[in-house]
């Protein structure tokens, strides 16, 4: 009974059982022992020679030392090799049994499997390896204070570089020493977000710390606050960044601020008194233009030959300066502010403009569509046809045809006029710019330019006869339709 109770035991048991004798055979095994090794049964592992499970042979002669000075060994972590040579890492225990004069005899004991934790473990250092690793090298300082002992109980090495304490010397630092050296204006704000974080479990500071040069340095503490399970406050852990160059640019963009707020404010009065010169300008212009015009209608009555010659050419001078006031009043009027755009019928302005023209042979191809502008779209067309008629000619012929485009209008205004060359189509819309212009040339298609822009369409122009510039232009443009939201009231502009 007792022979089966012991082979029950040593059969059943969990962990690999085993007995070898002192030259290394295995003599016995149990079956937990064949699975741990990947045997192929208890009869392969007796034809086994213990040795060949040991990573280094010599751990053997080694161990039986041992258990010749101490009799066994206990609980020893140690790696082993299984039957196809793959690693496992074990825990073992053994004892050795010796003859009368002390000779080892046999050995007995049982390991059990202790890969897992050995890999927990392994991962585990590993991964603190890495994060003091990541703590150690960060630019930042991370810190734990230790609120019974009222010290710091860690302190990133970088510490050194930001305050010029080494971790060591900040550790000796009581929590009275370290807010004695946060700035006088700092630390009732400090104190306060302290109050509060030890209710709320985290907080955020913001403060300056003299270092050990004597210089105030900008710190950005992120930090929690750790209790025990009873609630009371155990650490203060977080991490400390230099910020003094950021606060500085912050300063320094404030003054910028500051500077662009009165900058801008004079600009604004500028802006205001130079406006209020220009109405009057504008006005007193105006109306002296008028009567000069009145006047110079009545010399042409009245004078004869050469003088009638002069009185005329005043006229047109007169009427092209009262030209280039009205258009320079309707640019002012455009830049003034943005445009409250309303949807507006596109046949009845084209055909109201087309109206003024009677004596330029026009044509019109479209269909009636509402469109997003203001009551300045006139003069898109005015100036267009006119500028076609200023330079083609009274004989000039004028085509305008609209056609839809992806929620857009298309319009093109095409003239038999002498077409506009390919190394001036950029900057037709730009004369005005240029230095060498004429008086007033240019303003009327900038004019075009900055209405259609207004509109958020856009503007070019193309030959009328593909690569034939000479047979006349063609200005395209377009504008926005007006959807059934926009049709219900005023909408804002680009």
Wanted: charged share 35%; proline share 3%; with cysteine.
């Amino acid at each position: 009974e007792s022979e089966e109770r012991y082979r029950r035991l040593f059969e059943d048991d969990l962990t690999g059982d085993f007995l070898t004798g002192a030259d290394g055979r295995i003599l016995a095994c149990n079956p937990a022992f064949v699975r741990m090794f990947e045997f192929a049964s208890i009869e392969d592992a007796l034809e086994t020679d213990i040795r060949d499970l040991y990573e280094d042979p010599g751990d053997r002669d080694r161990l039986l030392a041992r258990l010749q000075r101490e009799g066994k060994i206990e609980n020893e972590g140690r790696t082993r090799k299984r039957r196809d040579g793959t690693r496992i890492h074990v825990v073992e225990n053994m004892v050795g049994r010796f003859g009368p004069d002390g000779e080892l005899i046999e050995t007995q004991g049982y390991v059990y499997d202790d890969s897992e934790r050995k890999r927990a473990e392994e991962a585990l250092r590993e991964s603190e390896e890495r994060f003091r690793a990541v703590l150690e090298n960060s630019l930042d300082a991370a810190y734990r204070r230790s609120l019974q002992a009222d010290r710091y109980d860690y302190m990133s090495p970088v510490v050194e570089e930001i305050l010029g304490f080494t971790p060591e010397e900040m550790a000796a630092m009581s929590l009275e020493e370290v807010m004695g050296r946060v700035h006088p204006d700092d630390r009732p704000p400090v104190e306060a977000e302290l109050t509060s974080a030890a209710a709320s479990g985290r907080g955020l500071l913001m403060y300056r710390f003299r270092a050990k040069d004597g210089r105030y340095r900008w710190l950005e503490d992120h930090f929690t606050v750790i209790r025990d399970s009873s609630g009371r406050p155990l650490y203060r852990g977080g991490i400390v960044r230099d910020v003094t160059e950021r606060r500085r640019a912050e300063e320094e963009i404030k003054r910028h601020a500051a500077e662009l707020a009165r900058i801008h404010r004079d600009l604004e009065s500028a802006h205001r008194e130079a406006n209020l010169y220009l109405d009057i300008l504008t006005h007193d212009i105006g109306n002296t233009e008028n009567v000069s015009n009145l006047y110079a209608e009545l010399l042409i009555d009245s004078v004869k030959g050469e003088a009638a010659c002069y009185t005329a050419s005043l006229k047109r001078s007169i009427a092209k300066s009262i030209e280039i006031l009205g258009t320079v009043s309707k640019i002012r009027r455009i830049h003034a502010g943005p445009p409250l755009l309303r949807p507006t019928d596109l046949d009845a302005v084209i055909r109201a403009e087309t109206g003024h023209f009677p004596n330029i042979s026009i044509s019109y191809e479209g269909v009636p569509r509402q469109v997003l502008a203001d009551d300045l779209l006139p003069e898109v067309f005015t100036n267009l046809i006119s500028n076609a008629v200023k330079h083609g000619g009274s004989g000039v012929a004028v085509a305008v045809r609209t056609e839809e485009e992806d929620g857009f209008v298309r319009v093109t205004v095409a003239d038999t006029g002498r077409g506009v060359p390919d190394d001036q189509k950029e900057e037709i819309f730009h004369r005005y710019e240029k230095k060498q212009r004429g008086v007033g040339e240019g303003l009327g298609l900038y004019l075009v330019q900055i209405l259609i822009d207004r509109y958020g369409g856009r503007i070019w122009v193309e030959d009328r006869v593909s690569g034939r510039s000479e047979e006349g232009a063609a200005f395209v443009f377009t504008l926005r339709q007006a959807d059934g939201d926009g049709a219900k009231g005023a909408v804002p502009g680009r």
